[in-house]
C-alpha cells in the first residue's frame, strides 16, 4: 500500500516567522509531488509542485529528497492568511488511482 | 469559468435512503474523479472517469456508482444509505494524468452529507 505521511500538528507560528514542515513517501517510485493547501471547510487548492531541483514561489520553498523519500515545505515570513491545512500529495503512476493524499499538516499563524 | 461545481452543498440522509451527488466541470476535462474526505484520513479515491463512458473503481468503492454520459458531468449515485457513508464529499477534475504539469487536481467546493 503506498503511504504519505505527515505530522499532523497543528504547528503554532507567530506572525512572521519561518515554518518548515517534512513529508515521507513509502514508494520509491513516485514520480511527481505536490503540496496542497486546505483552509477550513473548503476544498484543497494546488500550492506548488516539488521538482527535483527543488522550487521557490515567492515566501515558498519546495524540496524534493529523493535519497531519503521525502519532501518539504518552507514558510518565510508567514501570514496570517497562511493559517491552513498542507496536504502532501504524491503520484505514483497509472492514472486517477496513482494519486495519494497525506493526511495534511495543521498550520495556524498567530499574531 | 466556473470551474468544478457539485450539489448539493449539504445533505441529510436516513439509512436506506439513495441519493445522487451532482459533479460538473466546463474546462474540458478528460479526467474527472469523486474523493471522500475523513477527520484524521486523508482523501480517498472513490470513483474516477478517464474519459465519457469510461468509469473505474478506486480505494473505497463500495456503496457507490458512477456513471460518465458527457465529458461535463460525473454524478456520484448512494445506492443505500449507510451512517458510515458520513463524509464531505469532493469531485474533482484534471486535464489528464499523462504528463507531470497536467496532474493538477481541480476540485469541487464539497458536499457535506449525513446519514443518520
Known amino acids: 500500500r503506498k503511504e504519505v505521511e505527515q505530522d499532523p500538528g497543528p504547528f503554532n507560528v507567530p506572525e512572521g516567522a519561518t515554518v518548515a514542515f517534512n513529508c515521507t513517501y513509502s514508494?520509491?517510485?513516485?514520480?511527481?509531488f505536490f503540496w496542497y493547501r486546505q483552509d477550513c471547510r473548503k476544498e484543497p487548492k494546488l500550492l506548488m509542485s516539488?521538482?527535483?531541483s527543488g522550487n521557490e514561489d515567492g515566501r515558498f520553498t519546495a524540496q524534493l529528497n529523493r535519497a531519503s523519500q521525502y519532501i518539504s515545505l518552507l514558510i518565510r515570513d508567514s501570514k496570517l492568511s497562511d493559517s491552513a491545512t498542507y496536504l502532501c500529495?504524491?503520484?505514483?503512476?497509472?492514472?486517477?488511482?496513482?494519486?495519494?493524499f497525506g493526511k495534511g499538516t495543521h498550520l495556524i499563524i498567530q499574531p | 469559468n466556473a470551474g468544478v461545481t457539485q450539489t448539493p452543498k449539504f445533505q441529510v440522509l436516513k439509512t436506506g435512503q439513495s441519493m445522487t451527488l451532482q459533479c460538473a466541470q466546463d474546462?474540458?476535462?478528460?479526467?474527472m474523479s469523486w474523493y471522500r474526505q475523513d477527520p484524521g484520513m486523508g482523501l480517498r479515491l472513490i470513483h474516477y472517469?478517464?474519459?465519457?463512458?469510461?468509469?473505474d473503481q478506486g480505494e473505497v468503492p463500495n456503496g457507490y456508482n458512477v456513471s460518465r454520459s458527457t465529458t461535463e458531468d460525473f454524478p456520484l449515485r448512494l445506492l443505500s444509505a449507510a451512517p458510515s457513508q458520513t463524509s464531505v464529499y469532493f469531485c474533482?477534475?484534471?486535464?489528464?494524468?499523462?504528463?507531470?504539469?497536467?496532474?493538477?487536481?481541480?476540485f469541487g467546493p464539497g458536499t457535506r452529507l449525513t446519514v443518520t
Open positions: 474533482a477534475s484534471s486535464y489528464s494524468m499523462a504528463s507531470g504539469l497536467s496532474y493538477e487536481q481541480y
Open positions: 514508494n520509491s517510485a513516485s514520480q511527481s
Open positions: 516539488v521538482y527535483s
Open positions: 500529495v504524491v503520484y505514483s503512476g497509472g492514472g486517477a488511482d496513482g494519486l495519494t
Open positions: 474546462m474540458n476535462h478528460e479526467y
Open positions: 472517469s478517464v474519459g465519457a463512458g469510461i468509469t
